[in-house]
């Protein structure tokens, strides 16, 4: 049993989930490309999801958001429904599509993590030596979007989600959904903050490039990806180090706002605990803000914030 994470309005978070057994099933073409769009465009429009960057990988893919409304878990319930049973189809397959671990939600509580999270999702291919800039990458990708500010407009694909009008069809959805790229104004300037995303995204890929030339490497994984079909499995092995992996759940590289997030995330854990017990006990109780799990599926009884004014980023 996992311990149970606080869920707040106005918070930013980096998402990460792969695919099971690292197995090739979001396999970067022009149809995952806009199924991957129509899904996340789709999922963030019904859960309220400000989408900042994606990008999908061929067995992972990585997201910055911002959860205005603290909808999060329903969003990333959603998204992953839509994208496991839409790609399953595609590929004539019934097993899992995500791994079973959990998805890594990590709390990004400065701009300086939003900022380097992004740098992260937006390099991941240079990183893994596939393509030696951004937009040589055929997979789903954000980049261009938030430093343009246009909006991407994804078509419902054809071979799984059904045409509207049929009469077994429960769920509508639009035959198109516009994904922004979306800079929320607790940033502050949007301009500003796409220049400091794109300098700080030009300076990774150069110290990827020097690090390529020290190493005597290349990067030719579109070569490889011609070779392969989605149901290519990795053989990498598996570190030591990474088989008892710990995923964070926030990330700051400054030390002040990481003892802050700790000491919030520590104090929601003792006040859970202890309302916990007090109702498994049948007494009294009172869930601490924030609660998430137990009050949508057990409804239990959580504490309302007397300022409905969440907390945005730590200064």
């Given at each position: 049993?996992?311990l ?70 329903g ?8 994208v ?180 919030m ?23 601490p ?22 907390v945005?980023?730590?200064?």
């Open positions: 049993m996992t149970p994470r606080q869920v707040l309005p106005g918070r930013f978070y980096f998402i990460t989930r792969r695919t099971a057994q690292r197995q090739f099933l979001l396999y970067p073409d022009a149809i995952t490309r806009e199924t991957f769009r129509f899904c996340l465009g789709h999922a963030a429009n019904e859960y309220g999801i400000d989408v900042l960057g994606y990008l999908a990988m061929s067995n992972h893919y990585h997201a910055v958001i911002f959860d205005r409304e603290g909808n999060y878990p969003f990333i319930e959603y998204f992953h429904l839509l496991a049973r839409s790609m399953n189809t595609r590929w004539k397959r019934r097993d899992s599509f995500w791994s079973a671990s959990q998805t890594s939600v990590v709390w990004l509580p400065d701009v300086a993590s939003i900022v380097d999270k992004l740098v992260y999702t937006f390099t991941n291919p240079t990183k893994h030596l596939v393509v030696d800039r951004i937009e040589h990458w055929p997979g789903a990708n954000g980049f261009r979007s938030l430093l343009s500010g246009e909006t991407v407009c994804a078509t419902r694909p054809t071979f799984f989600f059904q045409q509207p009008g049929k009469k077994r069809v429960k769920v509508r959805l639009p035959a198109e959904v516009e994904l922004a790229m979306v800079v929320p104004p607790e940033l502050g300037d949007a301009d500003a903050f796409r220049a400091r995303v794109s300098k700080a995204v030009d300076t990774r890929l150069l110290e990827l490039a020097h690090e390529r030339a020290n190493d005597g490497t290349r990067c030719n994984g579109l070569r490889l990806l011609d070779k392969v079909t989605w149901q290519f499995i990795p053989q990498n092995p598996i570190k030591r180090e990474d088989r008892n992996d710990i995923t964070p759940t926030y990330a700051s590289k400054d030390p002040d706002h990481r003892q802050a997030a700790f000491d995330r520590a104090q929601f854990l003792r006040r859970y605990r202890r309302a916990r017990r007090r109702w498994l006990g049948r007494q009294s109780y009172v869930f803000i924030g609660t998430y799990a137990l009050a949508r599926f057990a409804r239990v009884r959580v504490r309302v914030p007397l300022i409905d004014t969440p945005v980023l730590m200064h």
